[in-house]
T-cell receptor, first 115, second 111 residues
């Protein structure tokens, strides 16, 4: 398996523009997590899904952020409008939620720079 | 999930064992101890987990005290590629349960 695939790897955008980050989880995994990492705040959980359903979005910073999982093999994190303080590395992770579940596998991340 | 306390940073010599401590004094009976690491510019990587017995895999060993209030991750022969931030996480091992990261320990392996 290719692991969790995120795209793009790098994104530079202007303030006010819409940004869409994409994630393809590992096949067969039905839990998906979006994290944000900055120097100041470390790794923060933004939202996670079980079986395509959002379970906890309490980490989503504000209404400018939204996440969807239309099917088991794809998820998006959208920021509209983007602001410079959204600059961070965004990670997607997936795990298998059968029985006790398995460890989470992370993608390589998307480095977002908002100028 | 219970809170964990780790040293901010530590150095170790290449080829020697690296012992990474973690305190989790408020751990409850159904919570597991997980270790992940993050090498620079990469996503976090799972290392090992355990409930109360000591565990070993190809990457590391996990020693959990009898009262389960602390644990130690052991990298038996540290290499330069083990330089990373190591996270100790305590969580209930339930399907789809979230994973919450703290500050971790920044480990620098020196030649």
């Amino acid at each position: 398996d290719a692991g969790v695939i995120q795209s793009p790897r790098h994104e530079v955008t202007e303030m006010g523009q819409e940004v869409t980050l994409r994630c393809k989880p590992i096949s067969g995994h039905n839990s998906l997590f979006w994290y944000r990492q900055t120097m100041m705040r470390g790794l923060e959980l933004l939202i996670y899904f079980n079986n395509n359903v959002p379970i906890d979005d309490s980490g989503m910073p504000e209404d400018r952020f939204s996440a969807k999982m239309p099917n088991a093999s794809f998820s998006t994190l959208k920021i509209q409008p983007s602001e410079p303080r959204d600059s961070a590395v965004y990670f997607c992770a997936s795990s298998q939620s059968g029985g006790l579940g398995t460890e989470a596998f992370f993608g390589q991340g998307t480095r977002l720079t908002v100028v | 999930d219970a809170k964990t306390t780790q040293p901010t940073s530590m150095d170790c010599a290449e080829g020697r064992a690296a012992n990474l401590p973690c305190n989790h004094s408020t751990i409850s009976g159904n919570e597991y101890v997980y270790w992940y690491r993050q090498i620079h510019s990469q996503g976090p990587q799972y290392i090992i987990h355990g409930l109360k017995n000591n565990e070993t895999n190809e990457m590391a060993s996990l020693i959990i005290t009898e009262d389960r209030k602390s644990s130690t991750l052991i990298l038996p022969h540290a290499t330069l590629r083990d330089t990373a931030v190591y996270y100790c996480i305590v969580r209930v091992r339930a399907a789809g349960n979230k994973l919450t990261f703290g500050g971790g320990t920044r480990v620098l392996v020196k030649p």
